[in-house]
T-cell receptor, first 114, second 111 residues
Framework: NAGVMQNPRHLVRRRGQEARLRCSPM?????VYWYRQLPEEGLKFMVY????????ESGMPKERFSAEFPKEGPSILRIQQVVRGDSAAYFC????????????FGSGTRLTVV | QKEVEQNSGPLSVPEGAIASLNCTYS??????FFWYRQYSGKSPELIMS????GDKEDGRFTAQLNKASQYVSLLIRDSQPSDSATYLC???????????FGKGTKLSVKP
């Protein structure tokens, strides 16, 4: 079981570029969650997706950020026109159901905007 | 009031002592509670879950839940230097909500 796979591990973008973060959930998991962690801060919920559906995007900034989880392939978190304040660790987690289970996290993508 | 609150620490304990980590939450409808450990530069790792009032033990770890006081804690017995990490408390809103995390408590176990 390969676990939750995220890539890239590190991503450097210049201000104004687009950042694309990928997440493949654990085998058998159909629920994907994206969290952002700023230095010395806790994990902030961004979005919850199932295949082809956004279930809860209440934590997503209204502009520049979008997420998808297509029928085939990984979940994608897209940040357009990145700014320095977007620099953070972005973690993806997955679970088999939206029930009592905790989430399994991927190793994260550390985004640096220069 | 923040949804999930933890003392940021750092909490420093000597090797072999009991480390006590505390967490309070604001939503009385919360059903499930989790403790994650996060080493510096790494991803969070689930170490304990608890759903009912009382204690739940797993090896050197004991989670305690008091829903009336909206309080959950984690005890680490016989603390080891390898336990030095940030411990994140997470609470699920209702029965279907997402996990909401506290900012974490940084634990340092001194040899």
């Amino acid at each position: 079981n390969a676990g939750v796979m995220q890539n890239p591990r590190h991503l450097v973008r210049r201000r104004g570029q687009e950042a694309r973060l990928r997440c493949s959930p654990m085998k058998g998991h159909s629920h994907v969650y994206w969290y952002r962690q700023l230095p010395e801060e806790g994990l902030k919920f961004m979005v919850y997706l199932q295949k082809e559906n956004i279930i809860d995007e209440s934590g997503m900034p209204k502009e520049r950020f979008s997420a998808e989880f297509p029928k085939e392939g990984p979940s994608i978190l897209r940040i357009q026109q990145v700014v320095r304040g977007d620099s953070a660790a972005y973690f993806c987690a997955s679970s088999p159901s939206q029930g009592e289970d905790g989430y399994t996290f991927g190793s994260g993508t550390r985004l640096t905007v220069v | 009031q923040k949804e999930v609150e933890q003392n940021s620490g750092p909490l420093s304990v000597p090797e072999g002592a009991i480390a006590s980590l505390n967490c309070t939450y604001s939503d009385r409808g919360s059903q499930s509670f989790f403790w994650y450990r996060q080493y510096s530069g790494k991803s969070p790792e689930l170490i304990m879950s608890i759903y009912s009032n009382g204690d739940k033990e797993d090896g050197r770890f004991t989670a305690q839940l008091n829903k009336a006081s909206q309080y959950v804690s984690l005890l680490i017995r016989d603390s080891q230097p390898s336990d030095s990490a940030t411990y994140l408390c997470a609470v699920r809103r209702g029965s279907q909500g997402n996990l909401i995390f506290g900012k974490g408590t940084k634990l340092s176990v001194k040899p």
